[in-house]
């Protein structure tokens, strides 16, 4: 009796494909849970949308500014919330550093107040 040479290729082939398969359900099945937790209507925490949208990584975990980046402490005597709204949604001109596609329009708007209202939590 010969032994079939290609069996054992096949059915590793098969269970790759399986794998990959219960894997991929797996994965969606998390992505739906996560996109539905919160129950409805979600806060937004404006501290927390700093730190993920990287305004820390530039001006300073207190926001104090760098090299670089300005002081956000103080921000409220320079700009209105409006123009805070418009930098961070749209950046500022000439700028190859806060090009202003770090927040959507309405993380925006909630960092602005935060900004102008002290940062308080």
């Not at 790759?16 to 398969?21: D, E, H, R, S, W």
């Not at 919160?38 to 500014?65: F, K, W």
């Not at 500022?92 to 002290?118: H, Q």
Request: proline share 2%.
């Amino acid at each position: 009796m010969k032994k079939n040479l290609i069996m054992p290729y096949a059915l590793i082939a098969l269970l790759g494909i399986v794998t990959m398969v219960v894997m991929g359900g797996v994965g969606l099945a998390q992505m739906d849970q996560a996109e539905g937790e919160g129950g409805g209507e979600e806060t937004l925490d404006p501290a927390e949308l700093v730190e993920q949208n990287n305004c820390i990584s530039c001006h300073g975990a207190d926001l104090s500014g760098s090299g670089n980046a300005p002081d956000l402490t103080t921000v409220g005597d320079r700009y209105s919330q409006e123009e805070l709204v418009d930098i961070i949604s749209n950046g500022v001109e000439g700028s190859n550093l806060m090009t202003g596609d770090y927040a959507t329009a309405d993380e925006a708007e909630v960092i602005a107040e935060w900004l102008l209202n002290g940062q308080e939590e």
